[in-house]
C-alpha cells in the first residue's frame, strides 16, 4: 500500500477538485481541516489550525507527499512555515505548494505573504514543487458579482487579468503531486488574457444586465506594478484550455427580463 498524499486546503475551492484526481490515481488522501469530519470516499480528514500547529504532526506522519493548498487572508507565512517545519521532521520527500502569479511584482501584503511562504518551502529541507497559477475563474466570477452589485462599476482599464479554470489547475496539481520534487515549475495561466472591463463586460452580457462603466485610473506603487503587467504570469507559462466564456456560460444564468 502507498502512504497517503496529505492535502491542506483540501475542502476548499481547489482542494475539492484535487482530492478527487489523487484518489482517481489511486492514491490514499489525509485532508488537513480546522474542522473534524467523519472519513468517506476512502479520504481522512484530521482537524488542524495551521496557524497554531496543535496535531500537525500527527497530520504530517506517514505522508510521503504533502499538497499545500490552505490559505487566509492573513499568516500564509506562518502557517506555510509551521507546515514545512512538521514535513521536515516526519520525513516527508516531497512539499508541493500553490503559490500566485506576479507574487514577486505586485506590492501587496498578501502577496508578499505568498512570496514568503514560498521561501519557507524552497528552505525547508524538503525536496519541493511550487506552482504559481493565475487568479481562479470562480475568484473572478465573485469579483465581478460584487462589482455590478454598484450601479455604475468603476473599472480600471491597465488592469489586465489571466483567469484560468480551477479544473485545470487541479489537473496540473495532481501531475506535480504525483511527480517528481520539481522546485519552482513555470506559471499557469488561462486561455486568454483580458482588461478588466473586458471581463466586467462579458459577466455583465453573461447575466443579462445593463451597467454603465466609469475608468477609474490606478494610483501609486500597486498601481505602476499592475499597469506593468506585474501581476500577470512569467514567460513560458503554460496555459489552461478551459476559457472564461464557458465558465460564464456554465455558471451564470442570464436573467429573463420581467414580463410587462
Ligand atoms: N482563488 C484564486 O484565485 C487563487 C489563485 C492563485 C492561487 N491561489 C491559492 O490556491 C490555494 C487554494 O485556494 P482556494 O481558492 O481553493 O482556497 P479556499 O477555497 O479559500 O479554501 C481555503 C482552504 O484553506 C483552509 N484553511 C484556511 N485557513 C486554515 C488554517 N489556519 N489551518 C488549516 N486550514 C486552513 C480551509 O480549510 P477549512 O475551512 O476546512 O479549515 C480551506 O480548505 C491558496 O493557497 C490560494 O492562495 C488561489
Known amino acids: 500500500m502507498t502512504a497517503p498524499i496529505l492535502v491542506t486546503g483540501g475542502t476548499g475551492t481547489l482542494g475539492s477538485l484535487l482530492?478527487?484526481?489523487?484518489?482517481?490515481?489511486?492514491?490514499?488522501?489525509?485532508?488537513?481541516?480546522?474542522?473534524?469530519?467523519?472519513?468517506?470516499?476512502?479520504?481522512?480528514?484530521?482537524?488542524?489550525?495551521?496557524?497554531?500547529?496543535?496535531?500537525?504532526?500527527?497530520?504530517?506522519?506517514?505522508?510521503?507527499?504533502?499538497?499545500?493548498?490552505a490559505g487566509g487572508p492573513k499568516g500564509d507565512e506562518i502557517a506555510t512555515r509551521n507546515l514545512a517545519e512538521a514535513a521536515k521532521r516526519?520525513?516527508?520527500?516531497?512539499?508541493?505548494?500553490?503559490?500566485?502569479?506576479?507574487?514577486?511584482?505586485?506590492?501587496?501584503?498578501?502577496?508578499?505573504?505568498?512570496?514568503?511562504?514560498?521561501?519557507?518551502?524552497?528552505?525547508?529541507?524538503?525536496?519541493?514543487?511550487?506552482?504559481?497559477?493565475?487568479?481562479?475563474?470562480?475568484?473572478?466570477?465573485?469579483?465581478?458579482q460584487k462589482m455590478a452589485k454598484s450601479p455604475v462599476v468603476?473599472?480600471?482599464?491597465?488592469?489586465?487579468?489571466?483567469?484560468?479554470?480551477?479544473?485545470?489547475?487541479?489537473?496540473?496539481?495532481?501531475?506535480?503531486?504525483?511527480g517528481a520534487p520539481a522546485g519552482l515549475v513555470p506559471d499557469l495561466a488561462g486561455p486568454t488574457d483580458y482588461t478588466l472591463p473586458e471581463l466586467l463586460r462579458s459577466y455583465l452580457a453573461a447575466a443579462g444586465k445593463r451597467r454603465p462603466m466609469l475608468p477609474v485610473p490606478m494610483a501609486g506603487k500597486i498601481g505602476r506594478?499592475?499597469?506593468?503587467?506585474?501581476?500577470?504570469?512569467?514567460?513560458?507559462a503554460a496555459r489552461g484550455t478551459r476559457t472564461w466564456e464557458s465558465y460564464l456560460a456554465d455558471h451564470v444564468a442570464a436573467r429573463t427580463p420581467a414580463k410587462a
Do not use: M
Not at 480546522?34 to 500547529?53: F, I, K, M, N, W
Not at 508578499?112 to 475568484?139: C, I, M
Open 154 to 178: 468603476p473599472a480600471p482599464g491597465a488592469l489586465r487579468f489571466q483567469p484560468v479554470d480551477e479544473r485545470d489547475v487541479a489537473d496540473r496539481l495532481a501531475e506535480l503531486a504525483l
Open 90 to 144: 516526519a520525513g516527508a520527500r516531497h512539499l508541493v505548494y500553490v503559490s500566485v502569479t506576479g507574487v514577486e511584482g505586485v506590492p501587496i501584503a498578501w502577496l508578499r505573504s505568498k512570496l514568503a511562504s514560498e521561501q519557507a518551502v524552497a528552505d525547508s529541507g524538503v525536496p519541493w514543487t511550487t506552482l504559481r497559477p493565475a487568479q481562479f475563474h470562480s475568484l473572478v466570477l465573485g469579483i465581478a
Open 225 to 236: 506594478a499592475y499597469r506593468e503587467g506585474l501581476n500577470l504570469a512569467r514567460e513560458g
Open 19 to 69: 482530492v478527487p484526481r489523487l484518489r482517481e490515481a489511486g492514491r490514499e488522501v489525509r485532508v488537513l481541516t480546522r474542522h473534524a469530519r467523519p472519513a468517506s470516499d476512502g479520504t481522512e480528514y484530521v482537524a488542524c489550525d495551521l496557524l497554531q500547529g496543535d496535531g500537525l504532526d500527527e497530520a504530517v506522519a506517514g505522508a510521503e507527499t504533502v499538497v499545500h493548498l
